[in-house]
């Protein structure tokens, strides 16, 4: 059975199941949310050391005002609300993504989420904010050449938000739509991608136990036969 240390996802549909349901997208978005704490739980029972959540991407800004400033209430929100609980369950909170773009109140909230949360071993979560996998790369070869290193594939990697974090085992994108949207390009080379028909909010604790079974029954060959 192929052990699980990493799951990437990709929480799409909050908007379709808003407005299907609800009569607005923000209202899916708060949906999504009650997913992603079942989900949390869930990643703990399993003994899974990393889960990275697609919450925002850099393309995000597209969208109407109100609906980023909802996405950002409701993130306040839950950090200011959540954090006891994720100290009691030794969650580590990690950003990935650049912070610059944020008020200055919204860095503050966030590095000091991750600084109160920075040494929990239990499970980590990366919230990917502001992130968009080209703009990490740029990132990542400005610091390189910076610092005067050499353009390798082992500088790359230790360079990108997610240095220190091993690759995602697998991907998982909700909503029913088969793409990447610019989400861990480099870090998902071997990555196994699970699309699921559901819309987040409606995506429940036993389908995340399927795909994850699913999973452990691949046979994985990273390119070999
Ligand atoms: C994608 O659905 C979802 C997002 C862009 C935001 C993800 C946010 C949450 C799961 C809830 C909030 C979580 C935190 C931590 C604040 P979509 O809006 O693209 O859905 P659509 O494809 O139906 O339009």
Known sequence: MNPIKHVAIIMDGNGRWGIKNKGTRNLGHRAGLNTLE??????LNQKIKYLTL???STENWKRPKKE?????TLLENFLQKKINSLVKNKIRLNIIGNKKKFSAQ????L???EKKTNKNKKLQINLALNYGSKEEILNTLRIIIKKKHKITEKN???NLYTKNIPNPDLLIRTGNTHRLSNFLLWQIAYTEIFFEKKLWPDFKDKDYRKI???FRLLKRNFGAI
């Open 212 to 214: 994850l079974n699913k």
């Open 111 to 113: 590095s000091d989420s």
């Open 106 to 109: 919204l860095q503050k909230l």
């Open 54 to 56: 697609y919450t925002f």
């Open 38 to 43: 079942s989900i949390i739980k869930e990643t």
């Open 156 to 158: 790359i990697t230790e």
């Open 68 to 72: 980023i400033s909802f996405l950002f």
